[in-house]
C-alpha cells in the first residue's frame, strides 16, 4: 500500500498523470496483480494534491480496468484487462457458459493491441488494410503464419494454408465442401455445438462415436467407419470441448490408420493446440487426408477473428480461398495486420504464455475448490467437464436463476441420451475472485438435495 507514483515527469491533467503513472507501473512489475493500492485519502496525501483529483484518478483507472474496487477491503491492482459484460441476460451475474481464454493483466492485451497498430499504420498506413485484400490471405501473411505453425506442423505451408475469419467459418465451409444434404460425417459422441449447428444448416448428418475419458475409442472410430462410410471424421483430439480429453500418441496413430485405411478425411479441430504443444496433431501422420484448423480464439481473443486452415495439397487450398471469397470474401484486413505483427515480433506467443499461465492458475483454484466432486480437466483448459447428481436435470436452469450460467451437457450430444455432466468454463470469469465466487455457488447448487416432490 505505499505506492506512490512519479507524475511530474508525466504530461496532461493530475488525474491522468496518475492513472497513466499506475498503467507504466503495472506493465514494468512495479505494481503486480492483486496489490492492494492505498486509499484515496493517503495517496493524496503522499503526492501533496487535492482528494477530488485522486478520486477522479481511481474512478478513470477502473473503467480502464487496471484496478478493481473491493467493497470492505480497499482499492486493488486489477487481475485481468477483462471488462464486465453489459449485455448479459438480466438473471446473469457470473457467465462461465462461454469458453474463452481469460485476459490476465501479463497479456498486456490493451497496449499490445495500440502499439500494434501504431506499428502498422507506421509502416503501411491503417487505411491500406481498410480494402479489399486477397481471400484467404496474402502471400505474406500465410507465409508468416505457416512458418509461425511449422513447430507444430512441419507440413505447414504459405500455399497449403488459408486464413479464414475464425474455426465457425471453416467449419461450415469444410462441410459444404466434402459432403452433399444426407451424407454422413463421424464426430465423437460429444462435441462442439458449432459443428452441430453448422452441419444442421447444411443438411449434414452428423454421427457421434463412443469415447472414454481418453478420447474417441479407436475400435468404435472404425465400426463406424465400416458401417457409415462417412465422407469424413471430424475431431478433437487436444483439450476436447467439452471433456477435456487429449487423445494419447498410441490413439492418435490408431485414429490416423482407421482414416487412410477408410479412405475418408480428417477434418482435425486443433482450437486448444496452441495451449498443450505437447500433444501433436494426427494431421502430421496423415497430412494429405487432413485439414487441420488452428485459431486464435481459444488461446488469445475470439473477436480477432482469426483462424488458419492447413489444407492437404495446393488444389484443396484453392478450392477453400474460393469457398471463402463465395461466402464470406475475406477476413477482417487489420485484424489479420495486427495478429502478423504480432507473430513476427513475437509477442503472439507472449501473450499465449501469459493466457496459458492464467488457465493452468484457474484450473489449480477449481481442483481445490471442487475437491470431492467428480469432474474431468487438463492443467491448460479453459474449462472443465463437471459431472452433476443424478435426478437434478434441472441444476443448470437452477443455477441460472442465481445468476450463474454454465453449459448442461445435451449441448454436445451428438446422438442418444444426454449425459448428467455440464461445462464450466473457467476463463469466462473476469477474475479469480470471481470465479471462486462462482465455483462458490456451484458448489451450494450441488451439494443442495434434489427436490423428489411428485408431480401429479
Given at each position: 500500500?505505499?505506492?506512490?507514483?512519479?507524475?511530474?515527469?508525466?504530461?496532461?491533467?493530475?488525474?491522468?498523470?496518475?492513472?497513466?503513472?499506475?498503467?507504466?507501473?503495472?506493465?514494468?512489475?512495479?505494481?503486480?496483480?492483486?496489490?492492494?493500492?492505498?486509499?484515496?485519502?493517503?495517496?493524496?496525501?503522499?503526492?501533496?494534491?487535492?482528494?477530488?483529483?485522486?478520486?477522479?484518478?481511481?474512478?478513470?483507472?477502473?473503467?480502464r480496468?487496471?484496478?478493481?474496487?473491493?467493497?470492505?477491503?480497499?482499492?486493488?491492482?486489477?487481475?485481468?484487462s477483462?471488462?464486465?459484460?453489459?449485455?448479459?441476460?438480466?438473471?446473469?451475474a457470473?457467465?462461465?457458459?462461454?469458453?474463452?481464454?481469460?485476459?490476465?493483466?501479463?497479456?498486456?492485451?490493451?497496449?499490445?493491441?495500440?502499439?500494434?497498430?501504431?506499428?502498422?499504420?507506421?509502416?503501411?498506413?491503417l487505411?491500406?488494410?481498410?480494402?479489399?485484400?486477397?481471400?484467404?490471405?496474402?502471400?505474406?501473411?500465410?507465409?508468416?503464419?505457416?512458418r509461425?505453425?511449422?513447430?507444430?506442423?512441419?507440413?505447414?505451408?504459405?500455399?497449403?494454408?488459408?486464413?479464414?475469419?475464425?474455426?465457425?467459418?471453416?467449419?461450415?465451409?469444410?462441410?459444404?465442401?466434402v459432403?452433399r444434404?444426407?451424407?454422413?460425417?463421424?464426430?465423437?459422441?460429444?462435441?462442439?455445438?458449432?459443428?452441430?449447428?453448422?452441419?444442421?444448416?447444411?443438411?449434414?448428418?452428423?454421427?457421434?462415436?463412443?469415447?472414454?475419458?481418453?478420447?474417441?475409442?479407436?475400435?468404435?472410430?472404425a465400426?463406424?467407419?465400416?458401417?457409415?462410410?462417412?465422407?469424413?471424421?471430424?475431431?478433437?483430439?487436444?483439450?476436447?470441448n467439452?471433456?477435456?480429453?487429449?487423445?494419447?500418441?498410441?490413439?492418435?496413430?490408431?485414429?490416423?490408420?482407421?482414416?487412410?485405411?477408410?479412405?475418408?478425411?480428417?477434418?482435425?479441430?486443433?482450437?486448444?493446440?496452441?495451449?498443450?504443444?505437447?500433444?501433436?496433431?494426427?494431421?502430421?501422420?496423415?497430412?494429405?487426408?487432413?485439414?487441420?484448423?488452428?485459431t486464435?480464439?481459444?488461446?488469445?481473443?475470439?473477436?480477432?477473428r482469426?483462424?488458419?486452415?492447413?489444407t492437404?495439397?495446393?488444389?484443396?487450398?484453392?478450392?477453400?480461398?474460393?469457398s471463402?471469397?463465395?461466402?464470406?470474401?475475406?477476413?477482417?484486413?487489420?485484424?489479420?495486420?495486427?495478429?502478423?505483427?504480432?507473430?513476427?515480433s513475437?509477442?503472439?506467443?507472449?501473450?499465449?504464455?501469459?493466457?496459458?499461465?492464467?488457465?493452468?492458475?484457474?484450473?489449480?483454484?477449481?481442483?481445490?475448490?471442487?475437491?470431492?466432486?467428480?469432474?474431468?480437466?487438463k492443467?491448460?483448459?479453459?474449462?472443465?467437464?463437471?459431472?452433476?447428481?443424478?435426478?437434478?436435470?434441472?441444476?443448470?436452469?437452477?443455477?441460472?436463476?442465481?445468476?450463474?450460467?454454465?453449459?448442461a451437457?445435451?449441448?454436445?450430444?451428438?446422438?442418444?441420451?444426454?449425459?448428467?455432466?455440464?461445462?464450466?468454463?473457467?476463463?469466462?470469469?473476469?477474475?479469480?475472485?470471481?470465479?471462486?465466487?462462482?465455483?462458490?455457488?456451484?458448489?451450494?447448487?450441488?451439494?443442495?438435495?434434489?427436490?423428489?416432490?411428485?408431480?401429479?
Amino acid at each position: 500500500m505505499d505506492w506512490t507514483p512519479t507524475i511530474s515527469e508525466l504530461s496532461g491533467p493530475r488525474y491522468q498523470r496518475i492513472v497513466d503513472a499506475m498503467e507504466a507501473d503495472i506493465a514494468a512489475g512495479r505494481l503486480v496483480r492483486g496489490q492492494q493500492l492505498p486509499t484515496q485519502r493517503a495517496l493524496a496525501k503522499s503526492l501533496g494534491i487535492d482528494l477530488t483529483t485522486v478520486t477522479r484518478a481511481y474512478t478513470e483507472a477502473r473503467r480502464r480496468g487496471i484496478m478493481e474496487a473491493r467493497v470492505g477491503q480497499g482499492s486493488f491492482v486489477s487481475e485481468t484487462s477483462a471488462r464486465r459484460a453489459v449485455d448479459l441476460p438480466h438473471p446473469v451475474a457470473i457467465d462461465l457458459s462461454m469458453n474463452v481464454p481469460p485476459h490476465p493483466l501479463e497479456a498486456q492485451l490493451d497496449e499490445r493491441i495500440i502499439a500494434g497498430m501504431e506499428a502498422i499504420r507506421a509502416q503501411s498506413g491503417l487505411t491500406a488494410h481498410l480494402n479489399y485484400q486477397p481471400p484467404g490471405g496474402s502471400a505474406h501473411e500465410r507465409e508468416v503464419a505457416a512458418r509461425w505453425l511449422r513447430s507444430r506442423v512441419p507440413h505447414a505451408q504459405a500455399d497449403r494454408l488459408v486464413i479464414f475469419p475464425g474455426t465457425q467459418t471453416i467449419l461450415f465451409n469444410l462441410l459444404a465442401h466434402v459432403a452433399r444434404p444426407g451424407e454422413t460425417v463421424l464426430t465423437e459422441a460429444l462435441t462442439f455445438p458449432g459443428i452441430k449447428a453448422a452441419a444442421a444448416r447444411l443438411g449434414v448428418k452428423l454421427v457421434g462415436v463412443a469415447m472414454d475419458e481418453g478420447g474417441i475409442l479407436p475400435d468404435a472410430l472404425a465400426k463406424a467407419c465400416r458401417v457409415h462410410k462417412p465422407k469424413a471424421v471430424y475431431l478433437i483430439p487436444t483439450l476436447h470441448n467439452p471433456t477435456t480429453a487429449t487423445l494419447s500418441a498410441e490413439r492418435r496413430g490408431a485414429v490416423a490408420k482407421i482414416i487412410r485405411d477408410a479412405g475418408t478425411i480428417l477434418i482435425e479441430d486443433d482450437a486448444y493446440g496452441l495451449l498443450d504443444r505437447s500433444a501433436s496433431p494426427i494431421a502430421n501422420l496423415i497430412p494429405e487426408q487432413t485439414y487441420l484448423a488452428t485459431t486464435l480464439s481459444k488461446c488469445i481473443a475470439p473477436a480477432l477473428r482469426v483462424a488458419y486452415l492447413v489444407t492437404p495439397d495446393g488444389d484443396t487450398q484453392r478450392d477453400m480461398r474460393a469457398s471463402l471469397q463465395a461466402t464470406v470474401q475475406m477476413p477482417a484486413p487489420l485484424m489479420v495486420a495486427l495478429v502478423t505483427h504480432w507473430i513476427e515480433s513475437g509477442i503472439a506467443d507472449r501473450i499465449i504464455s501469459a493466457i496459458r499461465s492464467e488457465a493452468v492458475g484457474r484450473q489449480q483454484l477449481a481442483q481445490r475448490t471442487l475437491k470431492g466432486f467428480q469432474f474431468l480437466a487438463k492443467p491448460a483448459a479453459h474449462h472443465l467437464w463437471l459431472r452433476l447428481p443424478e435426478g437434478r436435470p434441472d441444476l443448470a436452469a437452477h443455477l441460472l436463476r442465481n445468476g450463474l450460467a454454465i453449459v448442461a451437457g445435451d449441448a454436445f450430444t451428438v446422438d442418444g441420451s444426454p449425459p448428467h455432466a455440464a461445462r464450466v468454463s473457467l476463463g469466462a470469469a473476469r477474475n479469480r475472485s470471481e470465479l471462486a465466487e462462482a465455483l462458490r455457488i456451484l458448489i451450494g447448487a450441488l451439494q443442495k438435495p434434489a427436490d423428489t416432490r411428485q408431480i401429479v
